[in-house]
């Protein structure tokens, strides 16, 4: 275990709630998004998009549009040069390129067709309206186990819907089944669901014709990732782009990808050679932005008599949408990687399907595959102790992984540190779970349906490599560079929190520097709950070369030997001494020759990356109490309890933040969202009106702890926490309604009518 | 010497006459200055300056400015907290400090007493003439020679005018003028100059409420300083004070301080909690930017009857202004340093002398000191001719050093590298000087005037350390960032050519990055001719490190050795064979840890500081030839020859453009320009009409030549050029015409007049 971070004295600033140091300008309204962005003479784009899901386009007429005050032109396909969206194809899989603007044929609802340039948003709107396409309606396919027959196909050129196809076997499978005491399985779907970050998407393109160079700000999770594929896109060098992230209003997952609209925008101010602004409205975001989930499980686990899981088989299809993202393809496969879960399992026969669909394109969403896995297995790990009679807590601590650590799994995992049982026996003890279960035991009795949830999860968290950067001013003020790039999450408090640990900088005199690809060397941004760890450990990396410098330098003013030095209460101090200097006397030093050890450079500048070799692997253990009104159906969650265990916690506030809302984005899958398309493709779901995002009150307040069992994998010793409630509580939620249902198995969201027909039918 | 930049080719790019790559927005007007800065809801702060040289306030009436529609508050000393803009005291100086606006008493006619703020600039400067400030005027001293008196005192708390007093000797003086066969003097006046940059100085401040933090935005040549002084004076720290230069429309020297107005305007910012902005007029800039030279000397040189100088002495007497800013008391001591010239004298005896007066603070301008001394000597050295019936140019040979170097003289300086004789022997050449005396001796026995003057003169360029970073992106395409701020001399062309030398970057992919405190560790600016031997030195080091870097990932992708890689025609091959892999390939691979050796962090870029340990010297020899229009006493230069010598020359366009221009600026003084006050103070010279800067008709093209004498003092072998020519012009123009006319000595400008005077006196 490295040991980069143990402290010489007690830690003082990592593992304290400090609060959010970005909340004050966001409660105060003073955030500063893409659409708060206005440069002089900015011109406006929206987009004529597809009405169907399937169809040639056979004519496009723009004259009447043309007409509309403010409207200056009026582009289609055929009046760009070929402009595609980046995508990323995996080595086995088939790829189409994504237009940016729609060639011959839509795909899905929502497709961009063509794109008005007006001086306003609103003329720009207007002429939406008059832009007539033509359309020849096509036969769609939007349900992913119809397009895995291929009687419809998306794209026709690839003979095929099937985009990815992988089957992953180790142990005897055949001889697991055909031993088992008992076989559970069903078909498990998981919905669509749409991303819905506060603030929707949005891109503001400035050209400078004189330097031929472009700057773009983007609500997006990576701006290196925009210059990279805009500058390709463009066939500039990627000197001549500088993407800006202003302040990014949430994002999950949906902003990792570089869109149509970003290619698009940023192409149009380098041919009008004016700053041209797109933003998407929230019911383009239904259409536009890509939807998370969209799965179809047929999946079996064999067991023997005692409870032991003997082997898991069956398939996943996972539904892509009409193109690739960046993020398309990558879900599924991280949903078979992280299929065996926290258990010993040893036999798996798992095939996967990634199909085409006439369908907005899926992508990266809160925990990306993750969730999909946790909730099939913990789902079917539910049906299996009911069907053998053991209390599904039991059934688990029979079969949770207890190590060796690292521990390799079948599907391919790696996992780095855990301790699994341990964490499901303090949360039954936490819970005071025999209580619990006598206390549901009485209600029903009284004729209430209370039920218990309960799910352990593992997932994997952390990839790449990115940048820090530490620099402190003459007067011993800190800026802190990282290459990612948060979007709500409140990273900066916790970076802060680690130079100020290791240098002694006041958190007041540290400013945190992101999403500019200018002021940062290079950065892969934030995703995967890679921040902390990627990026927090290059900062405590580059921290730590601050630190050699400064004892280098202190040693120096107080003719020490650097051995000696220390940062102590008193500042940079001999140890075992008073004599001290501050940090401020130290950098005055550092910025001025004559002050420095002669084989020292002026300037006092850390940076570093750090390059994460092996992924980490939070794990959990969560309990839902749900009760279900018998009259209406209604699903309320009366009590959350989770425990995560992500190793080191630098913030405790912050890691509580993210378990609240995850699993508050859990719970609205669980019971109230969805996306859901008629027979002909149409989007059913495209606002709030029918999209039931959760509100406050239909929230529980989450019972939130932490485990602490550190990551070998970085010298800070943590793990991600953006994902893990969310992973969590899906299952968790869904096994509480099953228990008081006593139903196997309802395909979420579990809807008042869903779960009112249950019982119904239940009750026959 | 140092041979870091030892090619292991012939250079490509280092000596390459490149075109600015800077030129582009300057001549289609796209340059953004501080007065093209639009900040919304920006307020516009104009300035009640003094009328007086020298008052007491008795009172300040705002009411009926404040009524002035737009107008939202008139700001005097008392509504402000004690604020002083910085200024530079040296260790034996005596100093007051320097209020934003007037405390009590004004000193000089210009002086801030009460700021306007409104929401237009028109209104702020209509405001202006309806603040009544009562004045109870006071005796005032502008002249030099009369405050060294003392009679009347500019700060009475000092007791004294005399700031700054020195004395500099060395060998036997009493002896050496005992013993001198002539002994030639005289008082010389360097009168007061305005630097009269194209923009005039500007400001824009705004304050973030929320992050509690400032940017500065300013025509400044140091924005690293001006972030220090503004964090300082507000009590903020430097992280919280961003400073941004934006392009800069000239500076010569007098944009180095930071002066009031920076301060106000920042301090208004953040009191106002608004963008605020001030912008020089050019009426304000000839009273409130510092004025330059402003000395007067009084000097004798001992020769023997062989022409060799055995002694110099006397006392220069400096002229401060009122105030002491950054620059004020570092130009006279720099004007003793360099007062030996290039000439062998064996013994001094100099005072110094600076003294406050009521006038405008003086400070640095175009040659800060040095062109002062070799006006002296240089005049000098022509009357010592004159009188001696020496040929200037003999006197002169025999008296230059010739080593060896490093060469230390008895006023402190410690000459580099020098080839004095042979640049003067190289200039006759040139010229043809033989041809030109038979061709003067001509002209007058026509009746013609014409006068052929020399200079040799050696000076000091460069000081400090500074910043260089060289990132290379994952496309190849490389941004620089360098910690100097040019404002106009095209040093970024230059930074790129070095980049390009050592990493075989394309120039067209190559950005530079300079004024942003932020997107910079830290700089000193551009000011002393420092940008290349000091930025560029750090640049190349980074460029090195970048180069070290890339030498591995390419030994790694050609399974060669590092030591066999090196830069060639088609990339980065392996010595003696065509296997070669493009710096694009070697970027893709440093972006990616799968390709990168194990022990090599990902990521490509280097960054370095470079420390100027001891001062480069220039030198050279100019020639003018220069007619007199009898009728009108009108000076034409007729020919100009510098020959410059900065050591290796990056590219010979830029350092044209440097002679081209030093030597119009030298012409300028010699010629045409000068302040006078009348006898209250009142400054006679505040406009174009009155100040008369030359006119392109009135100038002469420069025959520019460069020597190639490499300094020992940094990598690149190279000193600076950025105020050669203007320190090498003033004497060689003066001389011309002294030559022309047969007058021993006359005060600069030598206006028509003045010169038609002293024809009609010649001619008794």
Not at 99 to 113: C, D, E, I, K, T
Not at 231 to 246: C, D, Q, W
């Amino acid at each position: 275990m490295s040991s980069a971070v143990e402290p010489q004295t007690t830690p003082k600033w990592i593992g304290m709630a400090v609060k959010r140091l970005e909340d004050g300008k966001f409660i105060t309204g003073k955030g500063s998004f893409v659409e708060d962005l206005a440069l002089e003479g900015t011109l406006h784009v929206a987009l004529v998009r597809s009405l169907y899901a399937h169809a040639r386009i056979t004519g496009i007429d723009a004259r009447e549009a043309l007409e509309v005050p403010g409207v200056l032109a009026v582009y289609a396909a055929a009046d760009l040069p070929g402009l595609y969206a980046p995508g990323s194809g995996g080595r086995d899989a088939k790829v189409v390129q994504h237009p940016v603007l729609a060639q011959g044929f839509v795909r899905y609802v929502g497709q961009p067709v063509a794109a008005v340039v007006a001086t306003s948003r609103q003329s720009a709107q207007d002429a939406l309206q008059r832009v007539y396409v033509d359309y020849e309606a096509l036969e769609a396919v939007c349900d992913p186990l119809e397009a895995l027959q291929n009687a419809v196909l998306v794209h026709p050129g690839l003979g095929t819907n099937h985009a990815l196809r992988r089957r992953t076997t180790a142990g005897d499978v055949e001889a697991a089944f055909a031993g088992a005491h008992r076989v559970v399985g069903a078909r498990m779907v998981q919905q669509r669901v749409a991303p819905t970050a506060m603030e929707p998407r949005g891109v503001l393109a400035a050209w400078d014709k004189v330097q031929g160079s472009l700057t773009v700000w983007s609500s997006t999770q990576m701006p290196h990732e925009v210059r990279g594929s805009v500058a390709e896109a463009l066939g500039l060098p990627e000197n001549r782009v500088r993407a800006i992230t202003p302040d990014v209003g949430g994002a999950f997952g949906a902003k990792i990808n570089v869109y149509p609209e970003e290619i698009l925008v940023a192409y149009l101010a380098s041919r009008l050679e004016k700053p041209v602004k797109w933003v998407e409205s929230r019911a383009e975001s239904f259409v536009a932005t890509v939807h998370g989930r969209a799965q179809v499980a047929d999946l079996e686990l064999a067991l023997d008599a005692g409870g032991r899981i003997l082997g898991l088989r069956g398939r996943v299809v996972a539904d892509l949408g009409a193109y690739i993202l960046d993020t398309t393809l990558g879900n599924a496969p991280g949903t078979i990687l992280m299929l065996q879960g926290p258990y010993e399992i040893p036999a798996v026969d798992l095939e996967l399907v990634s199909v085409y669909t006439h369908a907005t394109p899926t992508g990266a969403y809160r925990g990306a595959g993750r969730p999909e896995a946790t909730y099939y297995l913990e789902r079917l790990v539910d049906m299996a102790a009911h069907e053998l009679g053991l209390d599904p807590a039991e059934l688990r601590l029979k079969n949770l992984i207890r190590g060796p650590f690292p521990y390799k799994t079948l599907t391919g995992a790696k996992y780095d540190s855990g301790a699994y049982p341990e964490a499901l026996h303090k949360l039954l003890e936490l819970t005071d779970y025999a209580a619990l279960r006598a206390e549901q035991a009485r209600a029903r009795q009284e004729g209430r349906l209370l039920g218990i949830g309960l799910c352990t999860y593992v997932e994997i968290t952390g990839y790449g490599w990115d940048t820090g950067a530490v620099r402190i001013n003459p007067d011993g003020s800190a800026v802190v560079f990282t290459g990612t790039s948060p979007h709500g999450q409140g990273t900066g408090t916790g970076f802060a929190q680690i130079v100020a640990e290791r240098l002694g900088v006041p958190l007041e005199r540290i400013q945190i520097v992101q999403g500019d690809t200018l002021a940062i060397p290079f950065g892969m941004g934030t995703a995967g709950s890679r921040t902390l760890s990627v990026g927090g450990s290059a900062i405590l990396n580059a921290a730590e070369k601050v630190a050699e410098k400064v004892r280098r330098i202190a040693a120096h003013l107080l003719e020490a030997a650097p051995e000696d030095v220390e940062l102590g209460e008193g500042g940079w101090g001999v140890r075992g001494t008073d004599k001290a200097v501050s940090l401020e006397q130290v950098a005055q030093a550092a910025y001025n020759p004559r002050k420095l050890p002669p084989d020292l450079e002026p300037g006092l500048e850390g940076q570093a990356t750090f390059n994460l070799k092996e992924a980490n692997y939070p794990f959990g253990a969560h309990l839902a109490l749900a009760e279900i009104d018998r009259e209406t159906g209604q699903v309320r969650v009366l009590r959350y309890v989770a425990l995560d265990d992500v190793g080191v916690v630098v913030n405790p506030l912050l890691v509580e933040g993210q378990q609240q809302g995850g699993v508050a984005q859990g719970l609205g899958q669980a019971l109230y969202e969805g996306i859901s398309y008629d027979e002909v493709g149409q989007n059913r779901s495209a606002s709030f009106l029918e999209y039931n995002l959760p509100r406050a009150d239909q929230m529980v307040w989450v019972e939130a702890h932490r485990g602490g069992t550190r990551s070998p994998t970085n010298p800070l010793g943590v793990k991600g926490i953006g994902e893990a409630g969310t992973i969590g509580a899906t299952p968790t939620v869904v096994n509480a309604v099953m228990d008081a249902l006593g139903v196997k198995h309802l395909d979420m969201p579990l809807t008042p009518e869903k779960v009112w027909r249950a019982l119904r039918q239940g009750q026959g």
